[in-house]
């Protein structure tokens, strides 16, 4: 069946790199998503891999995807106070997007 | 990338009445999608809402709850039918742009039902 697993919560310090994990269960997804969201706002999308990447950069964001395991990160470089929100793995199989239960990121200062 | 707005932002309702909420996209795309989000949860796909056509159903969602339509590219409403305090969510719209690859989200209806 279809499962995307996250931890639920990450504390970081300001500057410290963060890396939020995600694990899935279907073999047949296509892409992998980020997406952040900020109390009382909707979702953003930071950023997607195709299943036959390993490895995406955008900026501060690393995305690494080991596909015989499963398993999704993604890791924020220089993180920031307005880098606190909650995390969400997606992954789009079966023609829908299947969500993690989010991994809420606290960055003191 | 899509901009997608919904309308209304946030609404408060008595049990038993039905809302609408509105899906807008700036450009045409070839899904949209609505999903519920409820209190501290993840985001749970609704349907698919198919252009000119009924919308595909999660199970555990049923048409005669949550209607929809589709009428053209860029538009879809979500009805919540015959309310009642459990579902109180937020109630977000999804659209693809070029490609299923790019997924984007309204900002979301909240919805509290008294």
């Known amino acids: 069946g279809e499962d995307v697993e996250q931890s639920l919560f990450l504390s970081v310090r300001e500057g410290d790199s963060s890396v939020i994990n995600c694990t899935y269960t279907?073999?047949?997804?296509?892409?992998l998503y980020w997406y952040k969201q900020e109390p009382g706002a909707g979702l953003q999308l930071l950023t997607y891999?195709?299943?036959?990447?390993d490895m995406k950069q955008d900026q501060r964001l690393t995305v690494l995807l080991n596909k015989k395991d499963k398993h999704l990160s993604l890791r924020i470089a220089d993180t920031q106070t307005g880098d606190s929100a909650i995390y969400f793995c997606?992954?789009?199989?079966?023609?829908?997007?299947?969500f993690g239960q989010g991994t809420e990121l606290s960055v003191k200062p | 990338s899509a901009v997608i707005s919904q309308k209304p932002s946030r609404d408060i309702c008595q049990r038993g009445t039905s809302l609408t909420i509105q899906c807008q996209v700036d450009s045409q795309v070839t899904m949209m999608f609505w999903y519920r989000q409820q209190p501290g949860q993840s985001l749970t796909l609704i349907a698919t809402?198919?252009?000119?056509?009924?919308?595909?159903?999660e199970s555990g969602f049923v048409i005669d709850k949550f209607p929809i339509s589709r009428p053209n590219l860029t538009f879809s409403t979500l009805t919540v039918s015959n309310m009642s305090p459990e579902d109180s969510s937020i109630y977000l719209c999804?659209?693809?742009?070029?490609?299923?690859?790019?997924?984007?989200f309204g900002p979301g209806t909240r919805l509290t039902v008294t």
């Open positions: 279907d073999s047949s997804s296509t892409y």
């Open positions: 891999i195709f299943s036959n990447m």
């Open positions: 997606a992954e789009w199989t079966g023609g829908k997007l299947i």
């Open positions: 999804s659209g693809s742009g070029q490609g299923a690859a790019e997924q984007y």
């Open positions: 809402a198919n252009q000119g056509s009924e919308a595909t159903y």
